[in-house]
């Protein structure tokens, strides 16, 4: 599969913004997402970019897309700590069914 | 109705048993998908079925059985499991090929003893 690479830690306090980043390999790509995973929960699709667009921005949620270094970033603002979860970002190449999601990013909210 | 649901939630089965899997939903989706997910490790790839044939396998061992009986059901027939088997399996569903994004299951957390 694609080599999707995120860190796998983050911790920020309650309030500040979070980024979580992720670099992808594919650059056929034609979307690319943001999933969170809470602690014993499925995937929640939180938003997702096509590939021709720079940012997209969703209340507290902005997406930033790097396409020349295949680089992809989602911030949080205002962070609470109901956004603990693990974060997983995903690229879906032009063809076939075919998801490859990062190795996911733990974030910690702390009070 | 936006959900995929999947049954049981949690299973324990023993290494002998033969157990199965469920899967459902009423989006209309026309792709369907089982990963299996180990702790604080990304989703798997499985199997993909698409117009309710499969399209992709990932080289699963054959005590792992897929079936999809029509577009709103997939079912996973597990079989003389192992214990390094015990991982969460999670189902998805799409409207079409993967660059729709796809809609997850809560997953069926599976402990073989």
């Known amino acids: 599969g694609e080599d999707v690479e995120q860190s796998l830690f983050l911790s920020v306090r309650e309030g500040d913004s979070s980024v979580i980043n992720c670099t992808y390999t594919d650059s056929s790509s034609t979307y690319l997402y943001w999933y969170k995973q809470e602690p014993g929960a499925g995937l929640q699709l939180l938003t997702y970019i096509f590939s021709n667009m720079d940012m997209k921005q969703d209340q507290r949620l902005t997406v930033l897309l790097n396409k020349k270094d295949k680089h992809l970033s989602l911030r949080i603002a205002d962070t609470q700590t109901g956004d603990s979860a693990i974060y997983f970002c995903?690229?879906?190449?032009?063809?076939?069914?075919?998801?490859?999601f990062g190795t996911g990013t733990s974030l910690t909210v702390i009070p | 109705d936006t959900e995929v649901t999947q049954t049981p939630k949690h299973l324990v089965m023993g290494m002998t048993n033969k157990k199965s899997l469920k899967c459902e939903q009423h989006m209309g989706h026309r792709a369907m998908y089982w990963y299996k997910q180990k702790a604080k490790k990304p989703p798997e790839l499985m199997f993909v079925?698409?117009?309710?044939?499969?399209?992709i396998n990932e080289s699963v061992p054959s005590r792992f059985s897929p079936e999809c009986p029509n577009s709103s059901l997939l079912n996973l027939h597990l079989h003389a499991l192992q214990p390094e088997d015990s991982a969460l399996y999670l189902c998805?569903?799409?409207?079409?090929?993967?660059?729709?994004?796809?809609?997850f299951g809560s997953g069926t957390r599976l402990t073989v003893v």
């Open positions: 995903a690229e879906s190449p032009n063809t076939g069914n075919q998801f490859y």
């Open positions: 998805a569903s799409s409207q079409g090929p993967a660059s729709y994004g796809y809609t």
């Open positions: 079925y698409s117009y309710e044939k499969l399209s």
